[in-house]
């Protein structure tokens, strides 16, 4: 710890929930071992998560937050908005990433005045690429999702096995990955799919990666060894799993401000305090993910029909306006049956997971959604939405075999040529069973997901794959210092 105390390392998220949670805790993590770390962010982003920084500080790992003003105006949103745990649109995440570009110049500034030794940047911001080389130092990629998307990922963009199929349904066999893995263009996002204005701006990120000194990712040896292989020899750039790193902050007092209602925890506590062990299932998709009513009417359904109690959290803008009377009624009719809870628009999702009562998940396949689950040895249901969640639901289903997937078929962010879906309510009840159920293939695979959450646990802690790459790194940081300082004084 002691040698890594000269280290001054920058971190810049970007913010969406999933993107900024696993980098804050990684920053957490930094701090915890000894260097000294400046978040860079805006003060709606700050307000998230700057509780659990004061009370790191307390316990003697500072961390600095470095404030930049959002240009609301200019990008022509409200103030305050520039955090995307409650507003979510394509539109509005592409002017706040517009509003994040126009800040590069004060960002570089601040990065000059702070002299940093190492700038761990968010995927989204290719730029602190030449920022780092001006200023002589490393560049850290931080990858918020698993080496096994961002490796299938990078075969289906550079073989496009998809371009000869006639059909956006047929299925193809992604490329040189170890295991077979199938797919059908549709559940490609739509950048991949077929070429878009958004094509060149991931290829820019892209490269971004491969003229970075290393990636550092949220995922951990034990869960995805053979990708983390590939995802080296194949980007060419080193690579450290550090996770899971939301393990760090699970019994952390204030991380109920920071993603829960207080005033709610106390009932959905109580009502989960009432079912038996393993006998609830979590419903959530995400921060950004919104349901149409006909998907929200067959989820309700389905999970009524099934055999299961549910927690179900659903984001307030899901409620349009046929949505209304039909979730009130539902509503009241699961407060009565005492079967289901709801949980309005956010909810303290860590410490639910972690309660004895919850026995499965039901994700949209975020990633970070994916790990909070292992970390508690909880088997899932995938239903991915867009982005790489349909890489991952592979991961699940075909490689890691925790998971049983619901059907979906289609990539639907900024898709607007393919008309929306609906998983019925009938494969919701049957994924349901299988999952929770008393048949041999739900057995399974909890004993698998109860390996995995093992492996969670000791991967983290000292001589543990995750623990000794963290060290690994702040020590290669460390010299890379002494090196530069040396050549200076020469
Ligand atoms: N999250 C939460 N409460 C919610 C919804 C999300 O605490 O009601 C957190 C969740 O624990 C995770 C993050 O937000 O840390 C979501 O990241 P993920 O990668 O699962 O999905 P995304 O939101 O990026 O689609």
Known sequence: QQLHNQLN??????????????????????????????????????????KSIDNDFNSGHPIKTQLIQFPSAQVGLPDGVENLKDATSPEIISKISRGISMLQDHIENLFQDLEPDCIVTDMCYPWTVE????????????????????????????????????????????????????????????WIRVKNSATSVFDVIFESEKRSYGTIYNSFHELESDYEKLGRTTIGIKSWSV??????????????????????????????????NESVLYVSFGSLTRLSHAQIVELAYGLENSSQNFIWVIRKKDKDEDGESFLEDFEERMKESKKGYIIWNWAPQILILDHPAIGGIVTHCG???????????LPMITWPMFAEQFYNEKLLVDVLKIGVPVGAKVNKFWLNTVEEEVVKREEIVKAV??????????????????????????????????????????????SLKIARELEKSR
């Open 9 to 50: 390392v920058i971190f810049l998220p970007f913010p969406t929930p999933g993107h900024m949670i696993p980098m804050i805790d990684t920053a957490r993590l930094f701090a915890k071992h000894g260097a000294n770390v400046t978040i860079i962010t805006t003060h709606a982003n700050a307000s998230t998560f700057q």
């Open 131 to 190: 920022s780092a080389a001006k200023l002589g130092i490393p560049r850290l990629y931080f990858y918020s999702s698993s080496y096994f998307s961002n490796c299938a990922s990078y075969f289906v963009r550079n073989y496009r096995p998809h371009d000869s199929l006639v059909s956006d349904t047929q299925k193809f066999t992604i490329p040189c990955l170890p295991h077979t893995i199938e797919m059908t263009p549709f559940q490609l996002a739509d």
């Open 243 to 276: 996770g899971p790193v939301s393990a760090f902050t699970n019994n952390d007092d204030e991380k109920k401000d920071n993603k829960g209602h207080i005033g709610k925890e106390a009932e959905w506590l109580n009502w989960l305090n009432s079912k038996e």
């Open 367 to 377: 990633w970070n959604s994916i790990l909070e689950s292992l970390n508690v040895s």
């Open 433 to 478: 069973e299988i999952l929770m159920g008393n048949g041999q293939e739900g057995k399974k695979m909890r004993m698998r997901a109860r390996k995995f959450g093992d492996a969670a646990k000791r991967t983290i802690e000292k001589g543990g794959y995750s623990y000794n790459n963290l060290i690994q790194l702040l020590d290669e940081l460390t």
